[in-house]
C-alpha cells in the first residue's frame, strides 16, 4: 500500500514536521509504575499458608528428607512470634553443589506429593545456598563455609533471644 501525499502539498514533497510537545521524565513515567515497583516484581508466586496439621506433616517430610539426603547438621528454629514471614526456618549443610540441589528437588517433589503446591526455590541451579519457601517453613541448604559465613543459627537461635531479653542498664 502506498501513502499519498495530501493534496494541498506538490508532489514529491511531504508537509513540515512540527516537533513533538516535550514533557518531563517524571511526568511521562506516571504513578502507575511506582506502585507497581512498590508492590514488587510481578508474576512471583505468594507463598501459600497452611494448617497446623500440614505444617507439622510439611517438617516431618522435610527433615526425613534431609536425612535420607545425608545432610549434615540439620537444625530447626522456631520463628513463631519473632517473624511475620515464617514459623520454622531448618538450615542444614550439604558437601557438594550437586548435593544441595539434589536436597532442594528431593525436598520440593515430597511436599508436591503430600498437597503443597506453591513453594520457592532459589538458587538450586547449583550455588553455595539454596532456599526453599514453603510458606510456614523457610529451608535453608549451605556448603559449610557459606553456612558459617552468614550465621542464620546465631542470628535466629536462641542465643540472640537471650541477648535481646537483657534489660537495657539505666532504663
Known amino acids: 500500500m502506498t501513502t499519498q501525499p495530501p493534496s494541498d502539498a506538490p508532489k514529491?514533497?511531504?508537509p513540515p514536521v512540527t516537533p513533538a510537545k516535550k514533557?518531563?521524565?517524571?511526568?511521562?513515567?506516571?504513578?502507575?509504575r511506582k506502585k507497581a515497583a512498590a508492590a514488587g516484581p510481578a508474576g512471583k508466586v505468594k507463598s501459600q499458608r497452611v494448617s497446623s496439621?500440614?505444617?507439622e506433616q510439611s517438617l516431618a517430610v522435610i527433615l526425613a528428607s534431609l536425612d535420607d539426603d545425608k545432610a549434615e547438621n540439620i537444625v530447626t528454629i522456631d520463628l513463631t512470634g519473632r517473624a511475620s514471614f515464617a514459623d520454622k526456618m531448618v538450615v542444614a549443610t550439604g558437601l557438594a553443589d550437586r548435593q544441595i540441589a539434589a536436597m532442594a528437588q528431593h525436598?520440593?517433589?515430597k511436599l508436591k506429593?503430600?498437597?503443597?503446591?506453591?513453594?520457592?526455590?532459589?538458587g538450586a541451579n547449583g550455588s553455595d545456598?539454596?532456599?526453599l519457601d514453603?510458606?510456614?517453613?523457610i529451608v535453608h541448604l549451605?556448603?559449610?563455609?557459606?553456612?558459617?559465613?552468614?550465621?542464620l543459627e546465631k542470628m535466629w537461635g536462641a542465643e540472640f533471644d537471650d541477648e535481646v531479653a537483657q534489660p537495657v542498664a539505666g532504663a
Open 12 to 14: 514529491g514533497e511531504h
Open 23 to 32: 514533557t518531563s521524565t517524571r511526568a511521562a513515567a506516571g504513578t502507575g
Open 53 to 55: 496439621g500440614l505444617l
Open 107 to 109: 525436598i520440593e517433589r
Open 113 to 122: 506429593e503430600i498437597g503443597l503446591k506453591r513453594m520457592i526455590v532459589e
Open 129 to 131: 545456598w539454596v532456599l
Open 134 to 137: 514453603t510458606g510456614d517453613i
Open 142 to 151: 549451605f556448603k559449610p563455609e557459606s553456612r558459617e559465613l552468614y550465621g
